[in-house]
């Protein structure tokens, strides 16, 4: 438990903290509003046909991959299959370790996947040309972060007794640190205020 405040409302005192949340979703598979696609050399989970058909065989991707480098690769995606921009995956990104454990960062060198973008996914996404590159990075930092466990929930308690809390809000699904302490802070902040004038 990872307590960030406490406070005192009207004598009573209350806290809020993070928990890891081992059952936090994959994000590459709550909707289809992403502009890359993912494929790793073992694994076929992030590549899906979208609402016009267009996708790339993550076989085939996966077989250049293995005989070609990423430079050999990212030049075929874009002549075939419409790629204007084709980043490298390193290891690390590839799949979730079981719940609880947490992977070293990605070490450069060990090259296992890419992701690019398509000509339908800018058509769905709507993202210029000259942002590509950077939503593709992002969404790697997001589905990287799952991957490593980097999830987590938040709990707000009341204290009712010598050592006794009781829950009066939570939320879970929060990838990334960062984002999760932004946002139980923002959720503690709102409730004590409330429970300050009710």
């Known amino acids: 438990m990872d307590i960030l405040d406490t406070r005192d409302v009207d004598g009573t005192e209350y806290r809020v903290y993070l928990e890891h949340d081992p059952e936090c979703e994959d994000p590459r598979e709550m909707g289809?509003?992403?502009v890359g696609r993912i494929v790793c050399v073992h694994s076929s989970r992030y590549v899906r046909p979208d609402e016009s058909g267009d996708v790339v065989s993550a076989r085939y991707v996966r077989y250049a991959?293995?005989?070609?480098?990423?430079?050999?690769?990212a030049r075929w995606l874009r002549l075939f299959w419409g790629a204007s921009v084709v980043l490298p995956l390193y290891s690390g990104y590839d799949d979730r370790p079981s719940a609880g454990d947490v992977t070293d960062s990605p070490v450069a060198g060990d090259y296992i996947g890419v992701t690019f973008d398509q000509p339908s996914t800018r058509r769905m996404t709507g993202v210029e040309s000259a942002d590509i590159e950077l939503a593709l990075s992002v969404e790697v930092d997001e589905w990287s972060a799952w991957a490593r466990g980097d999830c987590y929930g938040y709990v707000v308690e009341r204290a009712t007794g010598d050592d006794e809390w009781e829950q009066t809000d939570s939320c879970w699904g929060f990838i990334g640190d960062d984002y999760a302490r932004a946002e139980?802070?923002?959720?503690f902040d709102a409730e004590c205020?409330?429970?300050g004038q009710a």
């Open 32 to 34: 289809d509003h992403f």
């Open 65 to 73: 991959m293995e005989d070609h480098s990423f430079r050999a690769v």
């Open 184 to 187: 139980a802070m923002h959720a």
């Open 193 to 195: 205020s409330a429970l």
